[in-house]
């Protein structure tokens, strides 16, 4: 089932890097005097409107430098759209928005102590990055009843948690709607995923691919590759000789490009689809030959596709400022950590800071219908699309070709009804 929900895209860049930002203010947010070549006023010439006084507190966790995944580029997010927030947007009714980061290492003891250190804090709500321990810290977060605000909801305890709410779907939505895609748009009949071979990520590639193909009608398979493989040749070799229809990446960022290249090393001519985790910058650079043809998927906004959206100009006026970083190093979770962040401040806003509470913020959420999404299609936790992921107030992702020098919209699919 293809969908042609309202889209007001543009197309980013998917890269993953730490990074430094530059000197914070007391606000939480980069001074705007203090820094060579920041200037007085804010976006488009507005005033700025500094945040001052008690600081509202907020949780963000985060998985960076292991083995299963490094999503630094998450925390570059929410750090950009804190300083933005707070130096230039006014705060939370003029109070500083205050981010207590906790990183993880996606095992479920650090996931679970930094639930006990964010609640410990007394933190309103915490959002997510990527966070591949993190069923084991959903329960602590449901005991203590703060609740779950935007991120990435990866595996079943995130998106089935009634403490949940999540404005981006994460992979119940992107990898489904890339089995509707492959049958619909590519007629495959076989289907070969690449994958980490470690519980995580087979427990990705049977939920969320091998499932739903097999309701499609569609064969599949699974090479997979140990964590921190350095050369995917041989999983490529293995991929191209058993001539697939389609070929899915289900790797993380810091894999992609190690696998683009292997498919082209292997000779492979058979069309590949990637998450959105899998656009990353060498893509436009010196792997674009590689690229060409290949197929991504995404629900945020993105910085290669034209005409460049008006939050999407925000987010790079913003990263500009506040970063400290090249651009090139932007990639799907620097979005996703600037529009968590912008998400969350847009309805603590709504709710009003003398009434903001770890109460009031799941109230509101599960009455939004259409809510504004940044960098995205409007969201519903009102009466979730999907009964069984709760959790999930966003359906649809959009998919993109690679033309060797931008990424292509091809159309919106959505697949969470196949799982």
Not at 115 to 141: Q, W
Not at 320 to 342: C, H, I, N, P, R
Request: hydrophobic letters at 40%.
């Amino acid at each position: 089932m293809s969908g042609s929900l309202a889209r007001k895209r543009t197309v980013m860049v998917v890269v993953l890097a730490a990074t430094t930002l530059t000197a914070c203010s007391s606000s939480g947010g980069a001074s705007s005097d203090s820094s060579e070549g920041l200037t007085a006023v804010g976006y488009n010439g507005a005033a700025l409107k500094k945040a001052a006084g008690d600081g509202v507190k907020f949780g963000f966790v985060n998985q960076v430098g292991a083995a299963t995944g490094d999503f630094a580029q998450a925390g570059v997010g929410t750090k950009i759209a804190q300083a933005y927030i707070n130096d230039e947007l006014g705060g939370i009714d003029g109070r500083p928005m205050d981010i207590d980061e906790c990183l993880t290492d996606g095992t479920p003891e650090k996931s679970q102590s930094c639930a006990n250190k964010l609640i410990g804090n007394k933190v309103l709500s915490v959002m997510t990055g990527v966070d591949l321990g993190a069923p084991a810290a959903v329960p602590i977060y449901e005991s203590a009843k703060i609740p779950l605000t935007f991120g990435a909801p990866i595996q079943a305890k995130e998106y089935t948690s009634g403490n949940a709410f999540y404005s981006i779907g994460a992979s119940p939505v992107q990898v489904p709607a890339v089995a509707r895609f492959i049958k619909d748009k590519l007629g495959a009949k076989t289907v070969i995923s690449i994958g980490t071979d470690a519980p995580s990520g087979v427990s990705s590639y049977k939920t969320f691919i091998e499932g739903p193909l097999q309701k499609l009608g569609v064969v599949s398979g699974f090479v997979g590759a140990p964590a921190g493989t350095a050369d995917f040749a041989t999983q490529a070799q293995q991929a191209v000789s058993k001539k697939p229809d389609a070929i899915v990446l289900l790797v993380g960022p810091q894999d992609c490009t190690k696998l683009i290249k292997a498919l082209q090393g292997a000779g492979s001519k058979i069309p590949a689809v990637g998450t959105g985790s899998c656009v990353v910058p060498e893509l436009f650079t010196q792997n674009a030959a590689a690229g060409r043809g290949m197929y991504f998927t995404g629900e945020t906004q993105q910085l290669q596709q034209l005409p460049v959206g008006e939050e999407t100009k925000k987010f790079l006026y913003a990263h500009k400022k506040y970063s400290g970083e090249d651009e090139s190093k932007v990639d799907a979770f620097t979005l996703l950590g600037f529009q968590s962040t912008m998400n969350l401040w847009e309805l603590s806003n709504k709710i009003g800071v003398e009434k903001l509470t770890s109460e009031s913020i799941p109230a509101f959420m599960k009455a939004t219908k259409n809510q504004h999404n940044w960098l995205a299609t409007p969201y519903t936790c009102d009466g979730p699309p999907v009964a069984d992921f709760p959790a999930i107030c966003h359906t649809d992702a959009t998919f993109y070709q690679f033309d060797g020098k931008s990424l292509v919209d091809v159309g919106s699919f959505v697949g969470i009804d196949l799982l």
